[in-house]
């Protein structure tokens, strides 16, 4: 196999637009980009899918990781993958913004066969000229929520080349370290407990005050120049005007330990939430005829003045 030469430098592109090409079947995974999860396959399935994460690239070497885990069926969770042929891939691209997916040029690419040996199990990720190989990690374990264990699990990741990133250094970066307490979890509580009552007043002008540097990202990522654009892709109402849905009770207290939330430390220790293993944070909607979940999904930064910022 002929090694692939990747970019290194978004200069070129006058709108850069990153995405990562996500890929599985026959496992459970989730998808990490700087230790930052942006999607997560918990059942039985197979997929393949394109994913923005601007938001989630920074300027240097970036890191993109995918846990695999047995997926599930009605007996509960399997000890082992069934077949040789469960696999997950992740490949990290960068085009111009509005470009056709066939100008996408590669950042970085990782395969992981989790039936097959370790000397074999990774035997499907590119060879990039420069880049390191892939990382298996067949020890730790990250995806342990209260309510489940996923016992057998592979990590697999990679180290970008050194990227020119034309974003400015995201506030998250320079957030406190976040540690895993009651302290954290309960003042991480309180501020989803603020977000929550916007929705329940419905006050559209303080969830714009509460998202406005998360509505600032999306301007940058997505090159609008024009907050009202990018507050238009937030879509910050939808729940609101729909008939169907209604605001759930706030998820705290016995009812969050009997869902299994538990305070979820991500970007190697810059962001935050309160989740459990089916993806619920302490904010739902419910729609009312088919009992179904929205799930609205937060990532909160704790800023020098030890206060919640929603971020992501």
């Known amino acids: 196999m002929n090694d692939i030469q990747a970019v290194t430098d978004s200069s070129e592109y006058k709108n850069p637009y990153y995405t990562v090409q996500v890929s599985y079947a ?3 995974a989730e998808f990490r980009l700087n230790d930052i999860p942006f999607y997560l396959e918990n059942r039985n399935g197979q997929v393949d899918i394109e994913l923005p994460v601007g938001d989630k690239m920074i300027s240097g070497i970036n890191e993109i990781s995918i846990i695999v885990f047995p997926y599930g069926d ?5 000890d082992a993958w069934e077949n040789e042929d469960s696999r997950a891939e992740a490949t990290l691209y960068v085009r111009e913004k509005n470009e056709a997916k066939e100008n996408r040029k590669i950042l970085s690419h990782i395969k992981i066969f989790p039936g097959l040996s370790p000397e074999q199990a990774a035997s499907g990720t590119l060879i990039i000229t420069g880049q390191e190989h892939a990382i298996l990690d067949y020890k730790t374990k990250p995806r342990q929520f209260p309510d489940v264990r996923f ?7 990679r180290k970008t080349h050194s990227l020119n990133i034309p974003f400015p250094r995201w506030e998250w970066q320079d957030g406190k370290n976040i540690e895993d307490n009651k302290a954290n979890y309960s003042s991480l ?4 407990r603020k977000v929550y009552t916007i929705h329940k007043n419905q006050d559209l002008d303080a969830l714009k005050k509460i998202t406005h540097k998360l509505a600032i990202t999306q301007n940058i990522i997505n090159h609008y120049n024009n907050l009202d654009k990018a507050y238009e892709t937030l879509n910050l109402e939808e729940s609101w005007k729909s008939d169907e849905q209604e605001l759930f009770k706030f998820i705290e207290g016995d009812l969050a330990t009997r869902q299994g939330m ?8 810059k962001l935050a939430r309160i989740v459990n293993d089916g993806q619920i944070q302490p904010i739902l909607y419910i729609i009312k005829s088919q009992r179904m979940k929205i799930k609205y999904r937060y990532n909160f930064y704790l800023n020098k003045e030890g206060e919640w910022i929603l971020i992501m």
């Open 189 to 192: 509580l309180e501020a989803y």
């Open 74 to 78: 009605d007996n509960g969770y399997k």
């Open 26 to 28: 026959g496992t459970g």
């Open 151 to 157: 016992d057998s699990q592979i990590v697999i990741s």
């Open 262 to 269: 538990k305070l979820d430390i991500m970007a190697n220790g």
